[in-house]
């Protein structure tokens, strides 16, 4: 039996973080700069990289969100290493920084045998939609909306394509509209129709009208995808929450 090399993994340092989004668009792999920025300023002892013999392989961030819950995200291994254990050695280093926590990974759908090898377990997918601007951009708002800054959310406005809305009198629905390279991604936190619609519009009445719209949705958010389903939005792609598992 041919034994795996061993990765060097550690925390990643700041100057080489231009360096490590250089080796991800070199593969011509789409890069959420301002998200992974994010995640360094905010998590930056949660973000580590693996090398073999000096060269990248890959990285993952593991964050410590309290005591008792951890994330896994961002797990990405470059081509050239793929199908050689790396990514398993990611994942165990991150699961031993995460130390007892419970931790949610959200898998491509399809890859989640990966994540049960270490005791995780499906517990609900979210499904990508594009929408279509023109259909939005139809609706006739009825609410109010006035910015509101989130403290969770205070690395993201650094950005100046970001918005953020709530409305007025509710900081509880709120949404998001973050500028990627090639599309915007949305996130809306309601439960009324009502309150998403006026939303949407808020924030999407002035993009381009040859911008795509990305927004994510999960069968818990019964009003979403019903509004979703009503404007003829397209499914893009769906991803799988799983657990090790669930606290008392």
């Not at 023109?134 to 100046?160: A, D, G, H, Q, S």
């Not at 309601?190 to 911008?211: G, R, V």
């Not at 995808?225 to 929450?241: D, G």
């Amino acid at each position: 039996m041919i034994k795996a090399d061993i990765l060097t993994i550690s925390t990643l340092k700041k100057e080489d973080f231009t360096l490590l989004l250089h080796y991800l668009k070199s593969e011509n792999n789409y890069v959420e700069e301002f998200f992974l920025l994010c995640q360094f300023e905010l998590y930056s002892q949660d973000f580590f990289v693996a090398y073999l013999h000096k060269k990248l392989v890959g990285f993952v961030v593991a964050r410590r969100e309290s005591l008792e819950f951890g994330t896994l995200s961002s797990l990405y291994v470059l081509k050239e290493f793929r199908r050689k254990s790396f990514a398993k050695q990611l994942i165990s280093h991150a699961l031993t920084h995460l130390e007892q926590r419970q931790v949610l990974i959200e898998s491509v759908l399809g890859k989640e045998r990966l994540y049960e090898n270490f005791g995780f377990k499906s517990y609900l997918s979210t499904t990508t939609y594009r929408l279509k601007l023109e259909e939005i951009l139809n609706i006739k708002p009825t609410l109010e909306v006035n910015p509101e800054e989130y403290e969770e959310f205070r690395c993201l406005l650094k950005n100046k394509s970001t918005q953020l809305l709530a409305i007025k009198g509710n900081k509880s629905a709120f949404a998001l509209s973050l500028k990627e390279s090639h599309f915007y991604k949305l996130s809306i936190h309601s439960h009324n129709q009502e309150e998403i619609a006026t939303l949407l519009y808020e924030l999407c009445k002035d993009f381009s009208t040859q911008s795509t719209l990305l927004i994510e949705a999960s069968l818990l958010q019964t009003p979403l995808l019903s509004f979703i389903q009503n404007i003829s939005a397209t499914k893009e792609s769906t991803r799988t929450k799983m657990y090790n598992k669930i606290l008392n």
